[in-house]
């Protein structure tokens, strides 16, 4: 049966051509999308993250296991990065500018399957991206494999000492001391880090609040414990979609809500976390919240 543009599953080109099943010809035009070098899927097809997993394992013929950035998002974790990563067995490397192929040493329960393909297994993934640089962004990452793999800090821990003096093993250590599986986002991390690297008390992620109804209100970032005659302070990070109408009117109610139990709500956008002049000016800002009247 031959391929057509339908072809939901990334397959070698060349292998294809062997078997007859599609000519040079046909893989060159309109009814196929190259993905990597001999890689190729249906023109048609949905590229996501199951596709490009089984691309790069097919790009290495099975050889290699899948990792980092592209683990990550296996795990239907959030990344910062967007590499697609190939660890070898051997020491055999193939070079390529489209996948990263390095070689390391995997344990057996380091290396999970996914959509069909060997991937590594979260602990490994959020050890390998924690070996990453900048700090804050190494943090985000793993804080995000464990928000979805239930994943906590000895888990990480115990990957580090079945590696010891591997390479980023100092980093690690400030990762595991920094991560909190309880952050929803890659923004939420990057937010709590503002605070956390500035001396500011760490906050809580995901602070429950239940409000006058019985209903119950999620903040971001809260420190609930302030000083007294203080209002309690919570931070909300907006994305786009708290600037639409309907997120307006939302964030409106809740604080309003969130106000008849002595909350005092800041709303934070993305300059603030990303401009270090103006995140030295929020991590002051809340400082002062905190700290008792002298």
């Known amino acids: ?69 592209l683990a990550a998002r296996a795990w239907e974790a959030e990344c910062p990065w967007e590499e697609r990563e190939l660890i070898m067995p051997t020491s055999r490397r193939e070079t390529s500018d489209e996948i990263d192929v390095r070689r390391d040493r995997l344990l057996p329960d380091e290396v999970c399957f996914r959509y069909g393909v060997a991937v590594t297994s979260p602990a490994r993934t959020a050890f390998d991206l924690a070996r990453r640089g900048p700090l804050v962004e190494a943090v985000a990452a793993v804080d995000a494999v464990a928000f979805r793999c239930g994943l906590t800090s000895a888990h990480l821990l115990a990957v580090a000492a079945a590696h010891p003096g591997a390479r980023g093993s100092v980093q690690v250590r400030r990762v595991v001391a920094l991560m909190d599986p309880r952050a929803e986002s890659l923004m939420e991390t990057r937010l709590r880090l503002v605070f956390i690297l500035r001396g500011v008390p760490a906050p809580v992620p995901q602070y429950e609040v239940r409000v006058r109804d019985g209903g119950l209100r999620w903040l971001d970032l809260a420190w609930p414990r302030v000083p007294a005659g203080r209002r309690k302070l919570g931070l909300e990070y907006d994305g786009p979609e708290h600037r639409t109408i309907t997120g307006q009117n939302r964030d409106l109610l809740r604080d309003a809500d969130l106000d008849d139990q002595e909350w005092e709500i800041l709303h934070i956008g993305a300059v603030q976390v990303f401009d270090e002049r103006r995140a030295d000016q929020l991590a002051a800002r809340v400082m002062r919240r905190l700290n008792p009247d002298p």
Request: charged fraction near 20%.
């Open 1 to 69: 049966m031959g391929i057509d543009a339908c072809t939901s599953r990334p397959f070698r080109g060349s292998e294809a051509v062997a078997r007859g099943e599609v000519s040079w010809g046909r893989l060159a035009g309109p009814a196929f999308r190259p993905l990597l070098t001999d890689v190729y899927v249906g023109s048609s097809a949905e590229v996501d993250t199951a596709t490009w997993v089984r691309a790069v394992a097919l790009w290495g013929r099975g050889a290699g296991v899948v990792a980092g950035p």
